[in-house]
């Protein structure tokens, strides 16, 4: 009689076991689809065509739909004017909140967006226009100025903005994606061709490291990465990662060796060498150059993409 419950027990142990187990991967699944890259917020002027965007949108809505009994409450009878009111207030509130991406600039750039940031920003933007909607009718005298009132006016947000908000980042995340796919596929087939091209015949030039006992080939070299006061400088030798710790800041080495062309800083934290770039990825948040096969892609900054896409049409080894 032992052994049988015993067995039930263990049956029940291995039952709940597995349901955890499903239940942490399913999860570990809805946590990497939120890291997934998405495009950011990096400077006003893409925050305010974004902005704009979704008050006409919403103006549109409330005028020619007039949801939620909106007629019933329209100023001087005029749709016209009651849709602008409160698309307006929307407009305003979700341009007063560009305040957060002056004070966090680091937060809301294109390489540190995800899906899941956007998905807070969108609540965030949806609880600040409810605020702002619920004080309008509260000075026009059509809500009370309760919890329960916030609440209301919080889902009549939701259900009325939601959509053209929607609309505008999917327009906006598919003409991003479709812009860079199609500029990372002419880089990639220039990189293919360029990879032909052969390394003889050129003299060594050694990377200006004068803390280094070892010299540094140019050819060898592939990225240093600012860590504060001392750089991580990855080098390649027979197919191998060779990783250097240097005393020095990025903005010392970049400027000792501002005589090799190849030498790009991508980004505020990374300068590569750009003739040693074997792919580079496009999505709808920006670019990735992959280096090595053993290292992480490398982020391009927005500011730097136009410069990429200049850099990487001419030849490799002029």
């Not at 341009?95 to 899941?116: H, K």
């Not at 999917?170 to 596929?185: E, F, G, I, S």
Request: net charge positive; with cysteine; proline share 3%.
């Amino acid at each position: 009689m032992k052994s049988y419950y015993e067995i039930i027990l263990f049956h029940f142990v291995l039952l709940f076991l597995r349901r955890k187990i499903d239940f942490i991967y399913f999860m570990s699944q809805i946590l990497g689809v939120f890291r997934r890259p998405h495009p950011g917020y990096a400077n006003f002027k893409v925050y305010f065509k974004i902005c704009t965007s979704i008050a006409v949108g919403v103006f549109l809505v409330l005028s020619i739909l007039q949801p939620f009994n909106l007629g019933d409450r329209n100023i001087l009878g005029n749709p016209f004017l009651t849709a602008l009111l409160y698309a307006g207030g929307s407009y305003i509130t979700m341009l007063i909140n560009f305040f957060w991406l002056r004070l966090f600039p680091r937060f809301f750039i294109d390489e540190n967006w995800t899906l899941g940031r956007e998905v807070l920003m969108i609540i965030y933007q949806m609880m600040s226009i409810a605020s702002t909607i619920w004080l309008i009718n509260y000075l026009r005298n059509t809500a009370s100025p309760t919890i329960d009132g916030y609440f209301g006016m919080l889902r009549t947000v939701i259900s009325v903005g939601l959509f053209p908000y929607l609309i505008v980042l999917l327009v906006r995340h598919m003409y991003l994606m479709k812009r860079r796919l199609q500029k990372a596929a002419k880089m990639n087939i220039g990189l293919m061709l360029n990879d032909k091209e052969t390394l003889s015949g050129y003299p060594i030039q050694y990377v200006n490291l004068e803390r280094l006992i070892k010299p540094i080939d140019i050819k060898t070299f592939l990225s240093a990465e600012s860590k504060g006061d001392y750089l991580l400088v990855n080098i390649s030798k027979n197919g191998k990662i060779e990783e250097l710790t240097v005393n020095k800041t990025l903005d010392e080495f970049e400027s000792d060796n501002s005589h090799f062309d190849q030498l790009f800083r991508c980004h505020k934290e990374f300068l590569i060498n750009k003739n040693r770039i074997i792919w580079v990825e496009g999505n709808a948040a920006g670019y990735k150059l992959l280096l090595h096969p053993d290292l992480p892609a490398v982020n391009v900054s927005r500011e730097k993409i136009e410069e990429l896409t200049e850099r990487m049409y001419i030849t490799k080894f002029s």
